[in-house]
């Protein structure tokens, strides 16, 4: 099994940047993608950006260009740096990993844009 932990979540004003992180552990051999979904109330969970085994991202554009993803392979930790938040980006964002036994997800952190 794999476990993975969100954080960096909260609170913050319109332009404003948040980082979020997502830690893996447990059984998780050779790491296929990471990524980063989101999901507003009454919305569909949708893709905000995934970085591959060879260091290969793509990202929804609605975030191009104020989203950044990254990977630290050492410490099984993916990283998404918010810039430039809109109120649009408010939502639950859960951190994905798959690998060869599957594709698992993190709880879940929250991230709200209000002024």
């Known amino acids: 099994q794999v476990q993975l932990v969100e954080s960096g979540g909260g609170l913050v004003q319109p332009g404003g940047s948040l980082r979020l992180s997502c830690v893996a552990s447990?059984?998780?051999?050779?790491?296929?993608?990471m990524g980063w979904y989101r999901q507003a109330p009454g919305k569909q969970r949708e893709l905000v950006a995934h970085?591959?085994?060879?260091?290969?991202?793509n990202y929804a554009n609605s975030v191009k260009g104020r989203f950044t993803i990254s990977r630290d392979n050492a410490k099984n930790t993916v990283y998404l740096q918010m810039n430039v938040l809109k109120p649009e980006d408010t939502a639950v964002y859960y951190c994905n990993l798959i690998n060869p036994t599957g594709r698992y997800w993190g709880q879940g952190t929250q991230v709200t844009v209000s002024s």
């Open positions: 970085i591959n085994s060879g260091g290969g991202t």
């Open positions: 447990g059984s998780i051999f050779s790491i296929y993608g």
